[in-house]
């Protein structure tokens, strides 16, 4: 076989560098560009896969997310049931049928005297900024012995967890005190000894309720 000659071994030398060149060329500029596109494909495949994912777990919770909101409002409807009605603001009726049906024969404690109307302010709130509730507070003055005032209380706060009693004030019946502030249907009591030894207090409960027009 006969030897290349000089110029021809130097065409097929700038023919094969061509040729590298061409293929380097169109890995950088063709292969690679499909490779990086096709990596960027994936990851969106990928993320949309998992959103996909997300929502057909979110759409088998739907039932159960529903029944879940349905509890919660019933719960919320039950607890603003045993807050102070609106259209009872005005008065004392419904704090009195509170109190006394919750003393009744349970407790050996005295209804002396309740304000004619409560006082209404979101000041009276336990919990600031506690919307869209409001508070109403009365005044109220009860007597008997310390132990049962003491069970009184107790059992008031846990039986009405929206309702709290505050600046709780108490002294002796055969003061001073109390005589300036007793009525006139216990002026014969006062002289009773077992009387005597209870106590006069007075104290204010707050109770919650849910302005009109808040729903």
């Excluded at 002026?187 to 209870?198: F, M, V």
Aim: proline share 4%; charged share 25%; aromatic share 10%.
């Amino acid at each position: 076989m006969n030897k290349l000659s000089r110029e021809k071994r130097n065409q097929l030398i700038a023919v094969a560098s061509g040729v590298l060149v061409v293929c380097a060329a169109l890995w950088y500029f063709v292969v690679r560009s499909q490779h990086e596109t096709i990596e960027q494909t994936r990851t969106s495949i990928d993320d949309v896969g998992s959103k996909i994912e997300k929502a057909q777990r979110l759409v088998k919770r739907r039932t159960m997310i529903e029944a879940e909101l349905a509890e919660l409002g019933h719960q919320i409807a039950e607890s603003e049931a045993q807050m102070l009605p609106v259209e009872h603001l005005n008065g004392k009726k419904w704090m009195f049928d509170k109190l006394v049906n919750f003393i009744k024969d349970r407790y050996d404690v005295t209804l002396m005297d309740l304000s004619n109307n409560p006082l209404i302010g979101k000041q009276f709130l336990l919990l600031p900024k506690f919307e869209p509730y409001s508070a109403a507070t009365y005044k109220v003055e009860i007597r008997g012995f310390f132990h049962e005032f003491g069970r009184f209380v107790a059992d008031f706060e846990n039986s009405f967890p929206y309702m709290r009693i505050l600046d709780l004030e108490m002294w002796p019946m055969a003061t001073p005190a109390a005589a300036k502030v007793a009525t006139a249907d216990l002026s014969d009591e006062l002289l009773n000894s077992e009387a005597r030894e209870q106590l006069r207090i007075s104290m204010r409960i707050v109770v919650l309720f849910k302005p009109a027009g808040n729903s």
